[in-house]
């Protein structure tokens, strides 16, 4: 039942608490290179994979590299083209579950970053009315004029709070942001938990974010014991190793329609 996982805390290792309370069975999936400790609740899951080590920037050099992660993009934007418009409904419905479910691993009124989800990404709407419901302090980015500004985040106070931006100077699209106060990057540093977009992850917690490298700067203002959770649809975790270099930051789990799996050991 969820209530079991009511007295602990996410950024302390959820799933090793857990593990030894009891209160998670130990069920193997056929991921060889992800063995994996499964929490039921309901329909849902949460699952723990054994720690793992971040890969080498590849090399072949940044230009070599940022072609790939191009490339990458291109075929996430195409798949995702094919997402209907009753999938994308189910998708809000189980992700602002599981947000129940992860406030119930944190301490009442701690600080969550999240983000306003756009176009094919999955749909935060319902995560951030969950948080909100349960008392958290959420904070959304508030991405400024340009691609290269310095991360900023405001805290968000209901969804209609949210407005839509006009696109950047290139013509992409920009998250929908609040009118409230903007904080500086530091404010990232009061964040338990940190939910980052995606358009891949793979079993490493290496991320293909938009290319921007916006939450690559914004992230190194995260705390040492903060938990960072990407998210993106179920076919978008992958054993394939996402294209990276050195700055690129990992996640330690991956929350998708389908789940949460913990991939990487908090503080690696």
Request: with cysteine; charged share 15%; net charge neutral.
């Amino acid at each position: 039942m969820i209530e079991t996982l009511t007295s602990f805390s996410l950024c302390h290792g959820l799933c090793g608490r857990l593990r030894q309370s009891g209160a998670c069975p130990k069920t193997y999936h056929a991921q060889p290179r992800l063995p994996t400790v499964v929490v039921s609740v309901g329909g849902m899951s949460i699952t723990d994979a054994s720690p793992a080590s971040v890969e080498p920037a590849m090399g072949g050099g940044n230009a070599a590299i940022a072609a790939a992660k191009r490339a990458a993009r291109h075929v996430a934007l195409a798949r995702r083209k094919t997402v209907t418009a009753t999938e994308f409904t189910q998708a809000q419905h189980t992700l602002g579950r599981y947000a129940g479910l992860l406030c119930r691993t944190l301490p009442g009124h701690a600080t969550v970053a999240a983000y306003a989800s756009m176009g094919t990404e999955p749909p935060m709407d319902d995560v951030l009315a969950d948080l909100l419901d349960a008392g958290m302090r959420v904070l959304v980015p508030r991405l400024g004029p340009g691609a290269d500004d310095a991360p900023a985040w405001s805290e968000l106070d209901g969804l209609a709070s949210l407005h839509d931006m006009p696109r950047s100077g290139t013509g992409g699209l920009r998250p929908r942001e609040p009118g409230t106060r903007v904080l500086a990057a530091e404010a990232l540093n009061e964040a338990a938990l940190i939910l980052v977009p995606a358009f891949a992850i793979d079993t490493h917690g290496i991320r293909l974010g938009r290319g921007a490298g916006w939450y690559d700067r914004a992230l190194t203002h995260a705390s040492p014991s903060a938990c960072i959770v990407g998210v993106c649809w179920p076919w978008e975790l992958t054993d394939t190793p996402v294209p990276h270099v050195g700055h690129d930051v990992p996640v330690h789990g991956v929350l998708t329609p389908a789940g949460l799996r913990m991939i990487r050991p908090l503080g690696a």
